[in-house]
């Protein structure tokens, strides 16, 4: 609720499991999806990077979710960012990939390769965030999300785990 004060949305990113998302399965979702249209923007759809490149099949189910026109995010956990190569960067709202992919690349070099990424407007998401201190360079790199274990003192958990980097 504090987000929503401040013109945040809160958002729901659930991972898919793209070689099962059969066509029974697409059916019963675009059905809940009707049916809970309030629902549809808050909802973002992960799809794991290796599911795209290594099953052909999975780019057609891929297509039915962008037809639904549902927020997407592309999690990539490579450690490297060849994967990416292959995939269509206007499908997904929101790229979300490791620190260590991040912090380990020059700043010409990251740039680069996440252009094509940032021209259509995706968000990027930095996860395993191991230490505060990493922090401080996420900003200048672009960065818009954060996730880690260590970035909040302990206590409960808040029911997201999404930092967003203000710029």
């Known amino acids: ?31 809940e999806l009707t049916r809970r249209a309030e629902f549809k923007e808050r909802l ?7 599911t795209l490149s290594d099953d052909p099949a999975s780019q057609s189910r891929l297509a039915a979710l962008v037809a639904q ?3 997407l995010a592309l999690h990539d956990a490579s450690g490297s960012l060849t994967r990416l190569d292959g ?4 499908d997904f709202r929101y790229l979300r990939l490791p620190a260590a992919t991040i ?6 070099a990251l ?9 259509p ?12 201190t990493q922090l401080a360079g996420l900003r200048e790199l672009g960065v818009d999300y954060v996730m880690g274990e260590d970035l909040v003192a302990a206590g409960p958990r808040p029911d997201y785990e999404f930092v967003y980097v203000a710029h």
Not at 44 to 50: K, L
Not at 87 to 90: G, M, Q, T, Y
């Open 87 to 90: 995939i269509n960067a206007r």
């Open 103 to 108: 912090l380990g690349l020059k700043r010409s």
């Open 69 to 71: 026109r549902l927020p």
């Open 121 to 132: 407007g995706c968000a990027l998401i930095v996860d395993q965030l191991t230490s505060p």
């Open 44 to 50: 973002v759809i992960e799809i794991d990077a290796e």
């Open 1 to 31: 609720m504090e987000l929503a004060s401040r013109g945040h949305t809160e958002r729901l990113l659930v991972p898919l499991d793209l070689p099962s998302f059969d066509e029974a399965l697409q059916g019963w979702f675009g059905k």
């Open 111 to 119: 740039s680069t390769v996440l252009g094509a990424w940032r021209r």
